[in-house]
Each structure stands twice: as C-alpha cells, then as structure tokens.
C-alpha cells in the first residue's frame, strides 16, 4: 500500500507542476504592476524555477529595468509572494520546521514528510528573511477572544542563548575569568484565569498564553511587554496580576509598565532565599530546619514582617561579620514584603508562582536555542525566537494565513 501512495503522490504532483505552469502563464492573468513605468525597460519571459508544495515549478515573467536608477522589479513575483527561488507555502513549512528543531534536522523532515528538498542553509536564510514579517504580524492583530476576563497575569524572566564570541565582546560573565558564554534573552509570558477548580486552586485558561521574546534591554523590553498585554486585551481585565523573581530589572519593568498591577513574588524564589538565611544564621543542621519549617509556615500566613524582626534579631546576637551576606538576605525579604502576602493571595484564588515563565525559558527559549554546541548570532537567534514565540504561542497559523492571504479561495467562494 505504501508503494501505491507514494506513486499516487509522484503522479498527483506532477499534475500539480504542470498546472501551476500553466495557470500563471495564462494571458489573462491580471498582475499588478505588470507594465513598464517611466524609464524602464522590460524584459518579457524571463525564465525562473520555483519550488513549490508539488516540487519545483518554472516561471515566465516580465522583468523591468530602469538604468537610470539601476534598479529592476519582477510583478509577477511580487504577486505570488515568493521567497527568492520558493513558494510562500513551502517557506511556511520550512520555518515551521526550523522553529522546531535545527537547520539539518529541519531539511531531513521536510524531505521525509514533504518530498521537499531545502538544504539546511537556505532554510536559515529563509528564517532569516520572513522572521522580521512574522514578527510584524505578532504585534499587530488584536485578540478578539470574547468573554468576561476576570484576571489577567503578566510574567517576565530571562535565561542565557550561548552566543559567538563575536556577539561577546566586552560584556560581562559569570565565567572564572569574567567573561560570557552567553546573553541575556528576555522572555514575557501573559495568560488569563476565568475560574478555580473545586479546592478553590486557580486554573489557567486554555491555551490563553502568548509569548514575546528579546534581546533588547529591559527598558524596551518592558515597552514590548506592554504592547503584547494590551493587544491581550489586559486593559479590560478585573485584576491584573505581575508574577517574577527578585531580579531588579523586573520589578522595575512592572513598575514603569503595570502600576495598577498586583505584584507577587514567586514562592519557590521566596521559600529559595529563606532556605539560604536560615542556614546563613542558624549553619546546617536540625535547628536550620526547623527554623525554616517555622518561618515558611509564617511567610505562607502573611506574616512576612515577622520572618524578618525574627531574622534581624539573630542577625545582631551574632555580631559583625567579615562578609555580611546574611544582611542581604534579609534586606530582600524587606524590599519585597509587600509582595509576599501569599494567604492573601490563595484566598483570592490567584497564581502566586511564576512557572509559566519559567517553563517558557525551557520550553519557548531551551529546547531550539539551547541545545548542545549551539553558538549563535544575534541576529539568527533573534528570527528563531520569533518563529517560537508564534508557534508556543498557538499563533502560528494564524499569523501565517494573513501573511501570505491564504484563505482568499475560501473568502472568494464563500461570496
């Protein structure tokens, strides 16, 4: 059976070649621009192959030259959408290919589930022409999801790409010797709860997040954040709610960006610093623990104001020391306070953790651009992101049909 659809997908394509031939070399089709502008001279029948769904296609078009400006232009092809020598569908499947696993693994898909044949480089290339249009296409459809929208909950964090070393000069690392390995990609996660389940736990609304991702820093970062939230529809949202680490540059993107937001910071960021103190004052053992147990039943209370007098006083009875990290420790419990007030929260049935975020790093960030001996440039790792965050984002097909117009048959039929 196999063999008798293989052979019926060779045939029914090579039908579809000839077709696609010869309905764009039909007189009557009517392109765009199609007709010499003044100072240019036109060059009819310029022959040019073009891969397709159906495999590999030749063109005749009329190609214009103006020498005065030294600049030519091909209607035809501007009409059909094409990708240098391919077709907007078969550029479609190839980034898609590429936004979920690499170049080589990209090419030897299309080829087994396509019969497509596009080298690992000229899907790059590819990825790296239409990403800058998809992102486009990101930014400016509004989502139109109807229903009430009780909370709306915006993320933020970061995680290292590993980069060239060109892509590294001069800045700073976590390296022995101070330099990096890698830069900083910011990651926003936005998502809405309508409901909480029968324990009263909220409950993420079905594939209600969206995904932006940069390498910009955290002023312009926070101006994309904010541009995705209201395009989100966040403005019309009960309560919004602000979800991150202690990072300072979070904190202060929520506070240019979301003032009216309730910020939180997430309880396993919160439960790692406590760890860390108890064991600062109290040194590993049984009465660390037990002072941990204690105080995360505290901060779990509202009673983070508490945890804090409690960790000052044993702070002082143990003096100055050499290196005072232990002052630090608290002074974050201190800064973030009024972030902390998890009853609260869980009575009110909102998310106090930042998982989505995080998972979002692994998953939208780690898995394409993370893997073993990757080192990219700033501008391939940025058009790679992009195809990630449409596709984690469930918007993939979405940008892609309005793109590329791709539901005009069914519009045409439907009038």
Same mark, same amino acid.
């Given at each position: 059976?196999?063999?008798?659809?293989?052979?019926?997908?060779?045939?029914?394509?090579?039908?579809?070649?000839?077709?696609?031939?010869?309905?764009?070399?039909?007189?009557?089709?009517?392109?765009?621009?199609?007709?010499?502008?003044?100072?240019?001279?036109?060059?009819?029948?310029?022959?040019?192959?073009?891969?397709?769904?159906?495999?590999?296609?030749?063109?005749?078009?009329?190609?214009?030259?103006?020498?005065?400006?030294?600049?030519?232009?091909?209607?035809?092809?501007?009409?059909?959408?094409?990708?240098?020598?391919?077709?907007?569908?078969?550029?479609?499947?190839?980034?898609?290919?590429?936004?979920?696993?690499?170049?080589?693994?990209?090419?030897?898909?299309?080829?087994?589930?396509?019969?497509?044949?596009?080298?690992?480089?000229?899907?790059?290339?590819?990825?790296?022409?239409?990403?800058?249009?998809?992102?486009?296409?990101?930014?400016?459809?509004?989502?139109?999801?109807?229903?009430?929208?009780?909370?709306?909950?915006?993320?933020?964090?970061?995680?290292?790409?590993?980069?060239?070393?060109?892509?590294?000069?001069?800045?700073?690392?976590?390296?022995?010797?101070?330099?990096?390995?890698?830069?900083?990609?910011?990651?926003?996660?936005?998502?809405?709860?309508?409901?909480?389940?029968?324990?009263?736990?909220?409950?993420?609304?079905?594939?209600?997040?969206?995904?932006?991702?940069?390498?910009?820093?955290?002023?312009?970062?926070?101006?994309? #954040?904010? +541009?995705?939230?209201?395009?989100? &529809?966040?403005?019309?949202?009960?309560? $919004? @709610?602000?979800? %991150?680490?202690? =990072?300072?540059?979070?904190?202060?993107?929520?506070?240019?960006?979301?003032?009216?937001?309730?910020?939180?910071?997430?309880?396993?960021?919160?439960?790692?610093?406590?760890?860390?103190?108890?064991?600062?004052?109290?040194?590993?053992?049984?009465?660390?623990?037990?002072?941990?147990?204690?105080?995360?039943?505290?901060?779990?209370?509202?009673?983070?104001?508490?945890?804090?007098?409690?960790?000052?006083?044993?702070?002082?009875?143990?003096?100055?020391?050499?290196?005072?990290?232990?002052?630090?420790?608290?002074?974050?419990?201190?800064?973030?306070?009024?972030?902390? #007030?998890? +009853?609260?929260?869980?009575?009110? &049935?909102?998310?106090?953790?930042?998982? $989505? @975020?995080?998972? %979002?790093?692994? =998953?939208?960030?780690?898995?394409?651009?993370?893997?073993?001996?990757?080192?990219?440039?700033?501008?391939?790792?940025?058009?790679?992101?992009?195809?990630?965050?449409?596709?984690?984002?469930?918007?993939?097909?979405?940008?892609?049909?309005?793109?590329?117009?791709?539901?005009?048959?069914?519009?045409?039929?439907?009038?």
């Amino acid at each position: 059976m196999e063999a008798i659809e293989l052979g019926l997908r060779a045939a029914l394509f090579k039908d579809a070649r000839r077709l696609v031939e010869q309905l764009y070399s039909l007189p009557q089709l009517s392109i765009p621009g199609d007709a010499s502008r003044p100072g240019e001279k036109c060059h009819p029948g310029r022959r040019k192959e073009v891969l397709t769904l159906f495999g590999r296609v030749a063109l005749r078009r009329n190609y214009y030259f103006n020498p005065q400006t030294g600049r030519g232009r091909v209607p035809l092809d501007a009409a059909l959408g094409l990708v240098n020598s391919f077709s907007p569908a078969v550029v479609r499947l190839a980034d898609r290919a590429a936004a979920r696993e690499g170049y080589e693994a990209a090419s030897q898909d299309l080829r087994a589930l396509a019969a497509l044949e596009v080298e690992p480089r000229q899907i790059q290339r590819l990825v790296g022409l239409s990403a800058p249009a998809v992102q486009k296409q990101l930014e400016q459809a509004a989502d139109t999801r109807p229903g009430p929208l009780p909370v709306a909950y915006v993320e933020a964090d970061g995680t290292g790409v590993p980069m060239r070393p060109e892509e590294l000069a001069g800045r700073p690392g976590k390296q022995a010797d101070g330099t990096a390995k890698t830069r900083e990609v910011k990651l926003g996660a936005i998502f809405t709860q309508t409901r909480t389940d029968e324990a009263g736990q909220p409950v993420r609304d079905y594939q209600s997040t969206t995904y932006v991702a940069s390498f910009e820093n955290a002023e312009d970062f926070g101006g994309r #954040l904010r +541009r995705e939230a209201s395009r989100r &529809g966040v403005g019309r949202a009960q309560k $919004v @709610v602000f979800l %991150g680490d202690a =990072a300072a540059w979070i904190w202060e993107l929520a506070r240019v960006n979301f003032p009216l937001a309730i910020c939180i910071v997430d309880l396993a960021h919160a439960l790692g610093h406590l760890h860390q103190l108890c064991e600062g004052l109290y040194g590993a053992g049984a009465q660390a623990k037990r002072r941990e147990a204690t105080w995360e039943a505290m901060l779990r209370n509202d009673q983070v104001q508490d945890v804090i007098a409690a960790a000052a006083r044993r702070h002082q009875q143990l003096g100055p020391l050499p290196d005072d990290a232990l002052a630090k420790q608290i002074a974050y419990f201190q800064n973030h306070k009024d972030k902390m #007030l998890y +009853r609260t929260y869980r009575e009110q &049935g909102l998310f106090y953790g930042s998982g $989505v @975020v995080e998972g %979002g790093c692994r =998953a939208v960030i780690g898995q394409r651009l993370k893997e073993s001996g990757m080192r990219w440039g700033l501008p391939g790792a940025t058009n790679v992101a992009v195809l990630r965050c449409a596709l984690m984002s469930n918007r993939w097909d979405e940008c892609w049909d309005r793109l590329h117009n791709s539901n005009y048959l069914s519009v045409a039929k439907a009038t």
